[in-house]
């Protein structure tokens, strides 16, 4: 599967932005989905993942009440809505695939990754 995030921009802190990822194949509906976020100097970070049907997602803690994600298999896309920014949301956003029985917040689950799309958040 081919995936392409797109969605992001400059955001003043408090203020939304919606990712999107659309992917290729025929097969997006068998994987279970994750965007993953990498900040300046720091690590990969799983923020939000959804199972193949939608039915389960699971959010960082850091995110949790503010990041809400969603798919739409018809479309072949992902979405992630974020809101209440905040600077240290900054980062480059990836949307992933993995397959799985369960939701995983290890980046190194996820074998099929889109481009990334730079998220800023000003203070």
């Known amino acids: 599967v081919q995936l392409q995030a797109s969605g992001g921009g400059l955001v003043q802190a408090g203020g939304s932005l919606r990712l999107s990822c659309a992917a290729s194949g025929r097969t997006f509906s068998s994987y279970n989905m994750g965007w993953i976020r990498q900040a300046p100097g720091k690590e990969r970070e799983v923020v939000a993942a959804?199972?193949?049907?939608?039915?389960?997602?699971d959010y960082a803690d850091s995110v949790k009440g503010r990041f809400a994600v969603s798919r739409d298999n018809a479309k072949n896309t992902v979405y992630l809505q974020m809101n209440s920014l905040k600077p240290e949301d900054t980062a480059v956003y990836y949307c992933?695939?993995?397959?799985?029985?369960?939701?995983?917040?290890?980046?190194?689950?996820?074998?099929?990754w889109g481009q990334g799309t730079l998220v800023t958040v000003s203070s």
């Open positions: 992933a695939a993995t397959r799985g029985s369960s939701l995983s917040r290890y980046p190194t689950a996820y074998y099929y």
């Open positions: 959804i199972s193949w049907n939608g039915g389960t997602t």
